[in-house]
C-alpha cells in the first residue's frame, strides 16, 4: 500500500505558474504508476496527467498540452505536476493518484491523496 501527500497548491494569478508535489511514503514509490485528476466546484472529476513507473511514458489531457507537464523523481518518492499558463478554469482541488499497473493512464487508480486547492484569479 502507499500513502499519497499532495502540496503546492495555492492561488496564483491568470498566467501564473505552480508545480504540484505528491509525496508516497509506504511501498516503493516506483512500484506505481502515477496520475494527477482535478475536480472543480459542481463538475465531475476529470483526467490531467499520467506517467508510467519509469517515467518513461507521459500522458497530458488534450486541453493542457504545452501548459502542463508531468514527472516523477522515484529517488525521491515524489510525483510533480508543472502547470504554467494558468486560467481561471484550472481553478480545481488537483488530485494525486497511485496505481500498480505499469501505466494506469487516465483510467482507475486504487490510491489517492487528500488534494490540493488551485485557485486561479482572473
Known amino acids: 500500500q502507499v500513502q499519497l501527500v499532495e502540496s503546492g497548491g495555492g492561488l496564483v494569478q491568470a498566467g501564473g505558474s505552480l508545480r504540484l508535489s505528491c509525496a508516497a511514503s509506504?511501498?516503493?514509490?516506483?512500484?506505481?504508476?502515477m496520475g494527477w485528476f482535478r475536480q472543480a466546484p459542481g463538475k465531475e472529476r476529470e483526467f490531467v496527467a499520467a506517467?508510467?513507473?519509469?517515467?518513461?511514458?507521459?500522458a497530458i489531457a488534450d486541453s493542457m498540452k504545452g501548459r502542463f507537464t508531468i514527472s516523477r523523481d522515484n529517488g525521491k518518492s515524489t510525483g510533480y505536476l508543472q502547470m504554467s499558463g494558468l486560467k481561471p478554469e484550472d481553478t480545481a482541488v488537483y488530485y494525486c493518484?497511485?496505481?500498480?499497473?505499469?501505466?494506469?493512464?487516465?483510467?482507475?487508480?486504487?490510491?489517492w491523496g487528500q488534494g490540493t486547492q488551485v485557485t486561479v484569479s482572473s
Open positions: 493518484a497511485a496505481d500498480p499497473r505499469s501505466w494506469a493512464g487516465s483510467s482507475t487508480y486504487n490510491y
Open positions: 509506504g511501498r516503493t514509490a516506483s512500484s506505481y504508476s
Open positions: 506517467i508510467s513507473r519509469s517515467g518513461a511514458t507521459t
